[in-house]
């Protein structure tokens, strides 16, 4: 964990055939909790599990090629296993002798670990059953962090609210380690 910034970390085991619903409504939560700027709420029903989201084009532009890049990352993985990374930050003017300019300067990052498992027809039910309780715990982890002292200390002074975000947001995917584009 990096003692400059929280970093919020959310394990999934997942089916194959719900892993891109799941990712969408995990990383959806995650924006829904921290975005700034004035916010459609949207709903999704994932295993019974009610996640809160965004219903914003660009958001959910966004979060759509990042699932895609996930999922692509993954089917080349024999270990099945990948982590999506979303980093904030805010644009702070360097402070260097020989370089003029912003750079951005990270103030939170949210890692969702996953692993897609192919569970047999017998035990489906339970496997469902374990993935609802972990989103409910996800929710639950978000919620906390959000609106926890240092969930709230660790977001920067708002200078810009004309947009969804005031701050940069990187999505990321890694599978094996590497990044994927």
């Known amino acids: 964990m990096n003692a400059a910034y929280p970093t919020i ?8 055939l719900q892993t891109r619903e799941v990712l969408r409504a995990v990383l959806h939560a995650v924006l829904f909790h921290r975005l700034f700027g004035t916010v459609r ?6 295993l019974d599990v009610t996640m809160p989201g965004v219903d914003d084009d660009g958001m959910r ?3 759509e090629d990042t699932v895609g890049a996930f999922w692509k990352g993954v089917e080349g ?4 296993r990948g982590q999506i990374m979303v980093t904030f930050s805010e644009k702070r003017q360097r402070k260097t002798w020989f370089i003029m300019g912003e750079e951005e300067v990270p103030w939170e990052q949210w890692i969702i670990n996953a692993e897609i498992r192919q569970p047999s027809e017998k035990d489906r039910q339970r496997f469902n059953a374990d993935l609802a309780g972990t989103l409910t715990k996800s929710l639950h982890t978000m919620l906390a962090h959000a609106s926890s002292e240092r969930g709230r200390a660790a977001v920067p002074l708002i200078t810009d609210a004309s947009s969804i975000s005031p701050f940069p947001i990187k999505m990321a995917v890694k599978v094996g380690g590497v990044e994927v584009a």
């Open 9 to 16: 970390t959310i394990d999934l085991v997942l089916d194959r």
């Open 41 to 46: 709420p949207r709903t999704f029903e994932v």
């Open 61 to 63: 532009q966004r979060i």
């Open 77 to 80: 993985d024999a270990n099945k």
